[in-house]
């Protein structure tokens, strides 16, 4: 019995069978490169998430300082900056309602915050009292080497540290008396008696005053100068308003020069409008 064959295709059925070939190949090819693209785009995807997330975790890294970590005594009238607001009366802790904040950065031994407090004391005061301008005061203990070994810019943050945590009512009063007071570099400071007496004077209570000897913010004190060092601020003084340094063509050592360019920037009654 001989087999039976397929009838021969005509020409015209030959042509549409590859046709039909060559579209079934297409599909097939679009197909591939559909769940390509799908998978590409899925791993896209998934890498913008992660860079998000990771980026989201590093600013929030950003945003935390050395004393969000630490675990020793800290004023409790003081920010995660190692800042100590000051508004309307001087108290620590308190501050002018929507006022712009001034930050000022400064170490008992300096002669150049001497300046300054000796410049700008009666502007501030002013700016704070009528409700104009928040004081914000950063202790720092960079010259400790400067007082032959009895670490006088600790010792004297370490008092103003705790005469804001425990009589906050005379803390600006406290830093004016010191700066009044204030010793020369290169020389031992003052005692911590002397601290403690200049406290007293300034309104502190006497049982207060006694305890600057615990030393019981130095920690704190260190690692407050650390974060403002971390934050570029290299010396003292040095004064930001609402985180912006103050520009160096200012000078801040210049009676009025200061209130001047607060009143610049739209701060207290000399206020200049644009």
Same mark, same amino acid.
Request: some cysteine; aromatic content about 6%; charged content about 20%.
């Given at each position: 019995?001989?087999?039976?064959?397929?009838?021969?295709?005509?020409?015209?059925?030959?042509?549409?069978?590859?046709?039909?070939?060559?579209?079934?190949?297409?599909? $097939?090819?679009?197909?591939?490169?559909?769940?390509?693209?799908?998978?590409?785009?899925?791993?896209?995807?998934?890498?913008?998430?992660?860079?998000?997330?990771?980026?989201?975790?590093?600013?929030?890294?950003?945003?935390? !300082?050395?004393?969000?970590?630490?675990?020793?005594?800290?004023?409790? !009238?003081?920010?995660?900056?190692? @800042?100590?607001?000051?508004?309307?009366?001087?108290?620590? @802790?308190?501050?002018? /309602?929507?006022?712009?904040?001034?930050?000022?950065?400064?170490?008992?031994?300096?002669?150049?915050?001497?300046?300054?407090?000796?410049?700008?004391? !009666?502007?501030?005061?002013?700016?704070?009292?009528?409700?104009?301008?928040?004081?914000?005061?950063?202790?720092?203990?960079?010259?400790?080497?400067?007082?032959?070994?009895?670490?006088?810019?600790?010792?004297? /943050?370490?008092?103003?540290?705790?005469?804001?945590?425990?009589?906050?009512? $005379?803390?600006? /009063?406290?830093?004016?008396?010191?700066?009044?007071?204030?010793?020369?570099?290169?020389?031992?400071?003052?005692?911590?008696?002397?601290?403690?007496?200049?406290?007293?004077? /300034? @309104?502190?209570?006497?049982?207060?005053?006694?305890?600057?000897?615990?030393?019981?913010?130095?920690?704190?004190?260190?690692?407050?100068?650390?974060?403002? $060092?971390?934050?570029?601020?290299?010396?003292?003084?040095?004064?930001?308003?609402?985180?912006?340094?103050?520009?160096?063509?200012?000078?801040?050592?210049?009676?009025?020069?200061?209130?001047?360019?607060?009143?610049?920037?739209?701060?207290?009654?000399?206020?200049?409008?644009?």
């Amino acid at each position: 019995m001989s087999s039976q064959q397929s009838p021969k295709q005509t020409k015209d059925q030959r042509r549409e069978a590859a046709r039909a070939q060559a579209e079934k190949l297409r599909q $097939q090819q679009d197909s591939r490169e559909k769940r390509s693209r799908n998978i590409l785009m899925g791993v896209l995807g998934a890498i913008v998430v992660l860079v998000i997330g990771v980026g989201f975790v590093i600013f929030q890294q950003s945003q935390k !300082t050395l004393l969000d970590a630490f675990d020793g005594s800290a004023p409790s !009238t003081s920010d995660n900056r190692a @800042g100590i607001t000051a508004g309307e009366a001087g108290a620590a @802790g308190t501050a002018n /309602a929507d006022a712009p904040v001034l930050e000022v950065y400064i170490d008992f031994m300096c002669p150049y915050c001497g300046d300054f407090e000796a410049a700008n004391q !009666t502007d501030l005061e002013e700016l704070r009292a009528s409700g104009d301008l928040t004081v914000s005061y950063h202790m720092m203990s960079n010259l400790d080497q400067l007082s032959q070994g009895t670490q006088f810019s600790t010792r004297a /943050a370490n008092a103003a540290a705790t005469v804001a945590n425990d009589a906050p009512d $005379q803390f600006v /009063a406290f830093v004016e008396a010191m700066f009044a007071n204030q010793p020369e570099e290169n020389t031992p400071g003052l005692s911590d008696e002397q601290i403690a007496q200049i406290a007293v004077d /300034a @309104g502190v209570p006497q049982a207060v005053a006694d305890t600057f000897v615990d030393g019981t913010y130095n920690e704190w004190v260190a690692v407050g100068t650390r974060q403002a $060092q971390r934050e570029g601020v290299a010396g003292t003084p040095t004064a930001k308003l609402d985180g912006e340094r103050v520009p160096q063509d200012v000078n801040i050592y210049q009676q009025g020069a200061l209130l001047t360019w607060l009143g610049e920037q739209g701060v207290g009654e000399a206020a200049v409008s644009e």
